[in-house]
């Protein structure tokens, strides 16, 4: 009887009336079933484990708050912004402050070096090299830039050590075989020199350097002949070079060929007139050869120009 009155009723509703009525039964039909879902605990599949929940924390910096750039590269960075802006002072301050919160971190020690390099802060530079060197002992070319930054400190012992290890494992590798020379050369170890002056011709029989400076350790231990030899071979093959007539024409005196020597001499006269030291040593030979007349002339105008030396 309730079911016809009802259904009478719902004949008699308008069609909006009707939407209305049905909207409003399945908004409540809705919410009651999402109350069931949300009330039922999530299915798990039988025999797999779950999965651990992700982390998704980020790791704090002291002094830093969460998701921030680490403090190392901060000042990285800002070392980087003050090379580019010039402000030298800045930058090394920068770059050492990230190299004290992260000291393994060698691209940036390297470029500190650089730094350094380009304000002649050479004691400094060799410092931190050292360090990256014992962080990086098999990068050849900064082993290599140690030992020249220590020869420009004028540490050449220190300097020899570096080159000498370093040719151990490039025993082929002329520029340090070179440098070694030089090293030896500087704290007066001739003989050593002239052993890698020699290695290096050896390999390269033409090397003007390695040439020239085995012609003067040569002199300097009183081997005059080989000198003359070797300056010989390189003023024939470079016959426009002064520098290498009067190498020559110096060994030919002090191995007593003194007329040997006269003709060099006058010849660098002729191209450089106002060299006192070319007069002095042309008046020294001719009056050995006790050519007095033709000598007073270059003895004369060495004196008017240098009337206090009193060797002349």
Known sequence: MKLRKYKKRAASRSPVSRLLFVLGLGLVWGILAGGVEAQSPPLKKPGLREAPPIETKVRQVPGEGAFSVPLWKQHWELARKAVLQKEIPRAIT??????????????????????????????????????????????????????????????????????????????????????????????????????????????????????????????????YDEAIQLLEGLVRQFPKQPV???????????????????????????????DLEIQLLIAQV?????????????????LKKRPENPGA
């Open 94 to 223: 920068a770059y050492r402050q990230a190299l004290a919160l992260k000291p393994n971190l060698d691209e940036a020690r390297l470029e500190l070096v650089r730094v350094l390099e380009s304000g002649q802060r050479y004691e400094e530079a060799a410092a931190e090299l050292e360090i990256f060197v014992e962080h990086q002992p098999h990068d050849l070319k900064a082993q290599q830039e140690l030992g020249d930054l220590l020869t420009l400190r004028k540490e050449y012992r220190r300097a020899a050590e570096r080159y000498q290890r370093l040719l151990q494992r490039t025993p082929e590798n002329l520029t340090i075989r070179l440098s070694l020379a030089a090293a030896y050369n500087q704290i007066n170890e001739t003989e050593k020199a002239m052993i890698e002056w020699r290695q290096v011709l050896l390999r390269d029989p033409q090397h003007f350097d390695a040439r020239l400076n085995l012609a003067d350790g040569l002199r300097a231990t009183r081997r």
């Open 244 to 274: 290498l007539k009067k190498k020559l024409a110096q060994s030919l005196l002090a191995a007593q060929r003194g007329k040997e020597a006269l003709p060099y001499l006058q010849e660098l006269n002729r191209l450089d007139p106002g």
């Open 286 to 302: 001719l009056s050995a050869g006790r050519q007095y007349d033709q000598s007073l002339p270059y003895l004369e105008t060495y």
